[in-house]
């Protein structure tokens, strides 16, 4: 039984470092302490993704997913991300919560990583693929051919699901959840006029080898 409350882990991710310097070519957009919060705890209450799991935070930046699954009870978490300043923080920011012993941050790029299949569940905010069309598919690639479960936030649009749910089915995977939410984008770079922008993004609960876990799955 999960004794941490939503508010209580969602505070907890609220005192880690973000990363100051970040990279627009990678798109680079920090998930915040509550979503990130929302999504795990969604994932642990809902379907039991977490509790005794071995779980990878692809492109993990600071952390953040990774950080809070160990919270959550993950057996192992592996962060995986293509900077190491981006892994030093990481690494911080698993002392500071205490969860050093059971966090490992690896460096390595999505489309030249190699990893056996086995991880129960991956958490992933890729790149949207705005500066570099196709840069979120590499990640879901990565994520379907690892894990038996795959959270992965995408852009919203009628176009853009579509086109997702073709290419999970191609890729073996079950579309078993769909939520729309805000995302909040803050200014992060010059061209940034806003102090803070929302976009709609979906995030996807994607099953594969059978592995419905509960779930709802989409037709």
């Known amino acids: 039984m999960l004794k941490l409350k939503l508010k209580e882990l969602e505070m907890t ?3 880690i470092e973000r990363i100051s310097e970040l990279d627009v070519s990678l798109e680079q957009y920090p998930t915040s302490p509550s979503i990130a919060a929302a999504i795990l705890f969604a994932a642990e209450m809902e379907h039991g993704d977490i509790a005794g799991k071995l779980v ?6 600071d952390g953040v997913f990774g950080l809070g699954a160990a919270i959550l009870g993950a ?3 592996l962060g995986v991300d293509v900077q190491s300043k981006a892994l030093k923080v ?5 002392c500071t919560l205490s969860v050093e012993g059971k966090t490992d941050w690896i460096l390595g790029d999505v489309s030249s990583l190699e990893m056996r299949s086995g991880i129960d ?4 905010n890729p790149p949207f693929g705005i500066k570099k069309r196709g840069a979120d598919l590499k990640f879901l690639r990565k994520a379907l051919s690892m894990a038996r479960v795959t959270y992965s936030i995408h852009l919203a649009g009628e176009k853009n699901r579509a086109f997702l749910k073709d290419t999970i089915q191609q890729l073996g995977g079950s579309l078993t959840q769909v939520e729309t939410f805000q995302f909040p984008m803050k200014r992060l770079y010059k061209f940034h006029h806003k102090e803070i922008h929302f976009i709609n993004v979906d995030l996807y609960r994607i099953c594969t080898r059978g592995e419905l876990n509960g779930g709802r799955e989409e037709r």
């Open 56 to 61: 990878c935070d692809l492109g993990c930046g």
């Open 75 to 77: 057996r192992y978490v």
């Open 90 to 94: 990481s690494h911080k920011n698993a």
């Open 121 to 124: 569940t991956i958490f992933t």
């Open 13 to 15: 991710l609220e005192q």
